[in-house]
């Protein structure tokens, strides 16, 4: 009992860490943090811009234009933007000759998503889905022109991107999807990518790569989508990335079947590491019951009503792969998913009585908020972890439940809240923090 519950004091302060990280503005921020036009991830701050004199502006251009190229209209402000940002430079210069009032600040993320060379699946989507934070600066002369300094964070670098590429290539060949009809491709890449990935309970890793390559294959929504749409970009589908609220920022996908969008989720399809379709290819009748798209995907796409008959398509495409694809569950897996659905629905119902005890005070300091809804959702991973067999007699036991409860408020205060705040509130708390932010993400 004692290492276990170390085990779980352990996992609180590296989680505890990764949310501080958001508060501070690391790598993590743009994931958990709403700001962009038509993204409830990423986090883009306001540009800001500075005076200077003609002379000054001249001397600063010509400085920055060692490291970047002159936009004149918002056109090609775009593109200068859109060509550092495919290579994942984190930082990089652009010398606008256009009016400053003129540049797409608000809009500068949509616009990156606009751009799409068909002959790649590392731009578009995959590049705006994969940035987490934007940072900008400028300083302009009397003709209102401007050096505008960029600074981003992504998900991954360019190494990882191409990493990814390769492996989504080496996945389709062997999932042989070639010569499959669309609504096929979709169902067989849908299945790999759940079977395949598990969610990051660290909420740390938001990359394509996490759960792609790497040999940990987890992440969270941003990468199982990002995912889901490089598998079936590279495949032939259309579809696309899209953000929305789902009880917080979430990431899932639109697909375009026989000139028809659709909804999946990926990560909702995979509850407890089961496989399940009760988010694939379903329309907007369902999928608003508890997912929320964000304005700008909800007034460019036009989803269908209704869910697909996904199981119809492929049984009567005519197409002989299709026929090997598999379109019913076996008895053993709807139980298996069942279960699953269950267990989420008790994590639930868990977590919204730990809500209820775990008020927090009005003026409660924000890093407290944040440690009472991190404690949710590990003990809410403590349900999700248990064996099928251990949780079966949980969900038939009411006590235990109790017990579960009750045990886990004590647990919170005395192995995770009590110490933590106490050493927030300690001097070295600020330095300790920081050094851990250099280290890990090379921030000077």
């Not at 969008?261 to 329309?283: H, K, V």
Request: some cysteine; overall charge neutral.
């Amino acid at each position: 009992m004692k290492k276990t519950i170390r085990q779980i004091f352990l996992a609180a302060v590296i989680c505890c860490a990764a949310m501080l990280g958001i508060v501070l503005g690391t790598q993590e921020a743009g994931a958990q943090e709403a700001g962009a036009a038509g993204n409830s991830l990423v986090h883009i701050e306001p540009l800001k811009t500075y005076k200077v004199s003609d002379e000054t502006f001249d001397v600063m251009a010509k400085d920055a234009l060692k490291k970047g190229a002159v936009a004149t209209d918002r056109k090609s402000f775009i593109k200068e933007f859109q060509k550092h940002a495919v290579k994942r430079e984190k930082t990089f210069s652009i010398v606008y000759r256009g009016n400053v009032n003129n540049i797409p600040s608000k809009t500068i993320y949509t616009d990156l998503g606009e751009i799409d060379d068909k002959k790649t699946s590392d731009d578009a989507d995959f590049l705006s889905g994969g940035i987490l934070y934007m940072g900008w600066s400028g300083y302009y002369n009397s003709s209102n022109q401007i050096v505008l300094n960029c600074k981003l964070n992504y998900t991954e670098n360019a190494s990882q991107v191409k990493k990814d590429s390769q492996k989504s290539k080496a996945v389709l060949k062997k999932l042989k999807v070639s010569g499959m009809s669309d609504t096929a491709k979709v169902k067989v890449i849908h299945d790999y990518v759940v079977g395949l990935v598990s969610y990051d309970h660290s909420l740390r890793d938001h990359s394509a790569y996490g759960g792609l390559v790497a040999s940990k294959h987890s992440t969270v929504c941003q990468g199982y989508a990002l995912m889901m749409y490089k598998l079936l970009t590279d495949a032939g589908v259309t579809a696309h990335y899209v953000t929305g609220d789902a009880g917080g920022p979430h990431a899932w996908n639109i697909v375009k079947i026989k000139g028809k969008w659709y909804y999946i989720d990926a990560t909702w399809d995979d509850p407890s590491n089961t496989l399940s379709y009760d988010y694939f290819l379903i329309g907007s009748k369902e999928m608003n019951k508890d997912h929320k798209l964000d304005s700008y995907y909800k007034k460019k796409y036009k989803i269908q009503s209704g869910n697909l008959d996904w199981q119809k398509l492929i049984k009567k495409s005519g197409k002989k792969k299709d026929k090997k694809v598999k379109t019913e569950q076996t008895t053993k897996d709807k139980k298996k998913t069942k279960l699953a659905e269950e267990r989420a629905e008790v994590v639930h119902e868990l977590n919204d009585a730990l809500n209820e005890a775990l008020k927090e005070s009005p003026d409660a300091e924000e890093y407290e908020v944040q440690m009472y809804d991190l404690c949710k959702k590990i003990y809410g991973f403590i349900i999700e972890d248990m064996s099928d067999k251990a949780f079966k007699k949980f969900l038939d036991n009411d006590a235990m439940m109790q017990v579960y409860v009750d045990g886990t408020l004590e647990l919170i205060d005395y192995y995770i809240i009590d110490p933590c705040v106490k050493y927030m509130d300690s001097e070295d708390f600020m330095n300790t923090v920081l050094q851990a932010i250099y280290k890990d993400f090379d921030e000077s």
